[in-house]
């Protein structure tokens, strides 16, 4: 069954023009509000401040002594950005200097890939209370955290407390739209309660809505609309991003792409709806 006339919000932007003829195809009325916009690598500057302290040649690992990997497209992104000005291997040299600290399997397996002993393996379910009791008799206290997609107060709070000096790393490819107006309109309208369905194909198109909502003071209210709706994400890495925020996803695709999250949630959306009404 298609949309049949449901309200479906997308935040896609690179291919918002196919999203939106995939929704109309499907009976919805869409409205399509491009979430973000790619950044240069070479404009990451944090991540080069980073590299500038770690690459000290006259003390190993410069100004840290334990380098903290939250997730593995953050590390492989940091490398990427740093071989804009760095020859190829400089990270994975420096990084042999210092503490290694991976949470979960995805930035394990980078370390392996790029030869990078690894001092500790954060164990599931890999939040920041894992990180902190798994470096808890830890030594270091020279600490730089790898951040991607979200910040992680809780854990450099932690780490403070202990006494550490900690610098965020946080290295990214998306910023929110040179015009963020549709964005605006959109959590506008979703508040108000002008969508059934939202569509949602990564896990940045969350944490930007939630960030121009928090810099409006809607957040609380974005939070609260969203479950009045049906929630289609693509698949786990976005629904695991939603949960992280405290929203629950109401289904994800048979597989994780646009058009079979378009068809599928066409034919599951009314019923899923009913239930919530």
């Known amino acids: 069954m298609p949309f049949d006339g449901l309200r479906v919000l997308s935040l896609e932007s690179r291919r918002s023009a196919e999203i939106e003829r995939l929704i109309r195809g499907q009976g919805g009325i869409p409205f399509v509000a491009p979430s973000m916009r790619e950044i240069p690598l070479e404009n990451n500057s944090l991540a080069f401040d980073f590299a500038v302290r770690l690459f000290q040649e006259e003390k190993a690992g410069g100004d840290f002594d334990m380098v903290v990997f939250l997730t593995g497209v953050g590390a492989r992104l940091l490398n990427q950005i740093l071989e804009t000005r760095y020859p190829p291997g400089?990270?994975?040299?420096?990084?042999?200097?210092?503490?290694?600290?991976?949470?979960?399997?995805?930035?394990?397996?980078?370390?392996?890939?790029?030869?990078?002993?690894?001092?500790?393996?954060?164990?599931?379910?890999?939040?920041?209370?894992?990180?902190?009791?798994?470096?808890?008799?830890?030594?270091?206290?020279?600490?730089?955290?790898?951040?991607?997609?979200?910040?992680?107060?809780?854990?450099i709070e932690g780490l403070r407390r202990r006494g550490a000096e900690v610098t965020t790393v946080p290295v990214y490819q998306w910023d929110l739209p040179e015009d963020p107006g549709p964005l605006r309109e959109a959590i506008r309208r979703l508040i108000g309660g002008e969508f059934d369905v939202v569509l949602l194909t990564t896990s940045v198109q969350i944490q930007?809505?939630?960030?121009?909502?928090?810099?409006?003071?809607?957040?609380?209210?974005?939070?609260?609309?969203?479950?009045?709706?049906?929630?289609?994400?693509?698949?786990?890495?976005?629904?695991?991003?939603?949960?992280?925020?405290?929203?629950?996803?109401d289904f994800e695709p048979s597989h994780p792409k646009m058009g079979f999250l378009v068809n599928e949630a066409a034919s599951r959306a009314g019923e899923i709806l009913q239930s919530k009404r």
């Open 208 to 249: 930007h809505l939630l960030r121009v909502a928090a810099g409006e003071g809607l957040d609380d209210q974005v939070r609260a609309a969203l479950p009045r709706t049906v929630i289609a994400s693509v698949g786990p890495s976005t629904s695991a991003t939603l949960r992280e925020f405290g929203i629950e996803p």
């Open 90 to 155: 400089t990270l994975a040299r420096a990084l042999r200097q210092v503490a290694v600290v991976v949470r979960g399997s995805k930035p394990l397996a980078v370390m392996r890939e790029w030869g990078v002993p690894v001092a500790v393996s954060v164990p599931e379910p890999n939040t920041w209370r894992e990180v902190l009791a798994a470096t808890e008799k830890r030594p270091e206290r020279r600490i730089a955290v790898q951040e991607y997609g979200r910040p992680t107060p809780e854990l």
